[in-house]
T-cell receptor
Framework: QQQVKQSPQSLIVQKGGISIINCAYE??????FPWYQQFPGKGPALLIA?????SEKKEGRFTISFNKSAKQFSLHIMDSQPGDSATYFC?????????????FGKGTKLSVKP | DVKVTQSSRYLVKRTGEKVFLECVQD?????MFWYRQDPGLGLRLIYF???????EKGDIPEGYSVSREKKERFSLILESASTNQTSMYLC????????????FGPGTRLLVL
């Protein structure tokens, strides 16, 4: 029940296309859903995050869509660029619970072809 | 800017050696974490600490121990390194209170021969 399932494991998109990464969770107590971006040789860094009181959050070309009833959330990257090539991790947390820790998906390696 | 630094970017050790990985954060964060990252397995939590001298086991603590003597420093110790501990090790820190961002260090790539 603590797992976050992320798909696909890898993704190849043409420049200008839309990249979509999906995550699903079981624990209905989760109340914070961040996405982290990791470039080769670097540690992950927070990209965008959402709380379950909204169904969508957009920051520039990056959008999180959240479906509470389906227990799913996804990252959409519009107009994908070669510079977006990185590994993306979704995560979830029961922030209101005691000692909440982030539960990470297994990651998606995105390659954007010029 | 928050900065999380790790003592080494690359390490090569022999089987059976004791290995110390050091992590320092400069933002007075209460919480610190150690993860290992392996292809296809994502980020797995080894240990975390929410205060000085406090430690909690994560999902894969076997073969590891930690030390937190000062708030800014969190050390990961491999008591007797084994080849299956060859991995990328990531340290992170996070403040307490509100929904706070977790900040990661650049990672230490450890090769155990």
């Amino acid at each position: 029940q603590q797992q976050v399932k992320q798909s696909p494991q890898s993704l190849i998109v043409q420049k200008g296309g839309i990249s979509i990464i999906n995550c699903a969770y079981e624990n209905t107590a989760f109340d914070y859903f961040p996405w982290y971006q990791q470039f080769p040789g670097k540690g992950p860094a927070l990209l965008i995050a959402i709380r379950p009181d909204v169904s969508e959050k957009k920051e520039g070309r990056f959008t999180i869509s959240f479906n509470k009833s389906a227990k799913q959330f996804s990252l959409h990257i519009m107009d994908s660029q070669p510079g977006d090539s990185a590994t993306y991790f979704c995560a979830a947390e029961n922030y209101g619970g005691s000692q909440g820790n982030l539960i990470f998906g297994k990651g998606t390696k995105l390659s954007v072809k010029p | 800017d928050v900065k999380v630094t790790q003592s080494s970017r690359y390490l090569v050790k022999r089987t059976g050696e004791k290995v110390f990985l050091e992590c320092v954060q400069d933002m007075d964060h209460e919480n610190m974490f150690w993860y290992r990252q392996d292809p296809g397995l994502g980020l797995r939590l080894i240990y975390f600490s929410y205060d000085v001298k406090m430690k909690e086991k994560g999902d894969i603590p076997e073969g590891y121990s930690v030390s937190r003597e000062k708030k800014e420093r969190f050390s990961l110790i491999l008591e007797s390194a084994s080849t299956n501990q060859t991995s990328m090790y990531l340290c992170a820190s996070r403040a307490t209170g509100g929904v706070e961002t977790q900040y990661f260090g650049p990672g230490t790539r450890l090769l155990v021969l």
